[in-house]
């Protein structure tokens, strides 16, 4: 497992789906049989993702398909996603890719000095260990520090759950001067300007260029295929003057 020794002074979120991989189509599956074990019916509509956590699709899936909710749907379906998507991680490198360059941009920054990597994102934790393990990723991602989809906050809420765990860990106090968040969605954006992180958007997903820049993100990336561009653009942002050397 990942361990990052003191001293840290800056921290590094990283959304996963469709920032550094692609992993729709065991995503769907995983989720199909889920709602099968759960509901004993067939998928007919899955919600759309959208930067969405786990749990909220999970709801609206569940209510598309006419299905009324109880105290114990969510943690089943939780329970059923994991084993559908493990039983399936074999499959993760065939059906699925890593973003182009997110390889080398992750290990790019974690050459960076003081830096601690993780995840904020909309999958449950153990999907997304699996989604970045299947692509020699999580060697570069301190999982104990991140946000995941099971944990039924606002991602902006959970960005400041994730700087808390890293003050647990490591003893470094995150505010939005060190703590920069990497993702795809306008969702990601506005999560990091309400949390007063800084934000590198990534066009790589279903926001555009556009979207991102009215959405406030502080600096746009088209992809992650130049290492030397994140790790400047995190570095700026993480930097001493933070945002306001820009």
């Given at each position: 497992?990942?361990?990052?020794?003191?001293?840290?002074?800056?921290?590094?979120?990283?959304?996963?789906?469709?920032?550094?991989?692609?992993?729709?189509?065991?995503?769907?599956?995983?989720?199909?049989?889920?709602?099968?074990?759960?509901?004993?019916?067939?998928?007919?509509?899955?919600?759309?993702?959208?930067?969405?956590?786990?749990?909220?699709?999970?709801?609206?899936?569940?209510?598309?398909?006419?299905?009324?909710?109880?105290?114990?749907?969510?943690?089943?379906?939780?329970?059923?996603?994991?084993?559908?998507?493990?039983?399936?991680?074999?499959?993760?490198?065939?059906?699925?890719?890593?973003?182009?360059?997110?390889?080398?941009?992750?290990?790019?920054?974690?050459?960076?000095?003081?830096?601690?990597?993780?995840?904020?994102?909309?999958?449950?934790?153990?999907?997304?260990?699996?989604?970045?393990?299947?692509?020699?990723?999580?060697?570069?991602?301190?999982?104990?520090?991140?946000g995941y989809g099971e944990e039924?906050?606002?991602?902006?809420?959970?960005?400041?759950?994730?700087?808390?765990?890293?003050?647990?860990?490591?003893?470094?106090?995150?505010?939005?001067?060190?703590?920069?968040?990497?993702?795809?969605?306008?969702?990601?954006?506005?999560?990091?300007?309400?949390?007063?992180?800084?934000?590198?958007?990534?066009?790589?997903?279903?926001?555009?260029?556009?979207?991102?820049?009215?959405?406030?993100?502080?600096?746009?990336?088209?992809?992650?295929?130049?290492?030397?561009?994140?790790?400047?653009?995190?570095?700026?942002?993480?930097?001493?003057?933070?945002?306001?050397?820009?």
């Amino acid at each position: 497992m990942f361990v990052r020794r003191p001293p840290i002074n800056r921290l590094v979120l990283w959304n996963v789906d469709l920032t550094l991989v692609d992993v729709a189509i065991v995503t769907r599956e995983s989720f199909a049989e889920a709602f099968r074990q759960v509901t004993g019916r067939p998928l007919v509509k899955l919600a759309p993702a959208m930067g969405r956590p786990d749990s909220e699709i999970i709801f609206e899936t569940l209510a598309v398909n006419g299905i009324t909710t109880g105290d114990d749907h969510l943690p089943r379906f939780i329970d059923a996603l994991a084993t559908a998507f493990a039983s399936r991680r074999k499959r993760l490198g065939k059906d699925g890719r890593a973003m182009p360059g997110a390889k080398d941009a992750l290990r790019a920054v974690a050459a960076l000095d003081g830096v601690v990597q993780s995840v904020l994102t909309g999958t449950i934790k153990s999907n997304a260990v699996h989604k970045l393990g299947a692509f020699g990723l999580d060697r570069y991602v301190d999982f104990e520090v991140g946000g995941y989809g099971e944990e039924v906050y606002p991602k902006a809420t959970l960005l400041q759950v994730a700087q808390g765990r890293v003050k647990r860990r490591y003893g470094f106090t995150c505010d939005g001067s060190n703590t920069v968040l990497v993702g795809d969605s306008a969702r990601d954006v506005q999560a990091a300007r309400i949390a007063g992180a800084a934000m590198v958007a990534v066009a790589s997903g279903r926001s555009t260029v556009a979207d991102l820049r009215e959405a406030g993100a502080d600096i746009i990336l088209r992809d992650l295929t130049d290492a030397s561009e994140v790790v400047a653009a995190v570095a700026r942002l993480t930097g001493p003057a933070g945002r306001k050397a820009g």
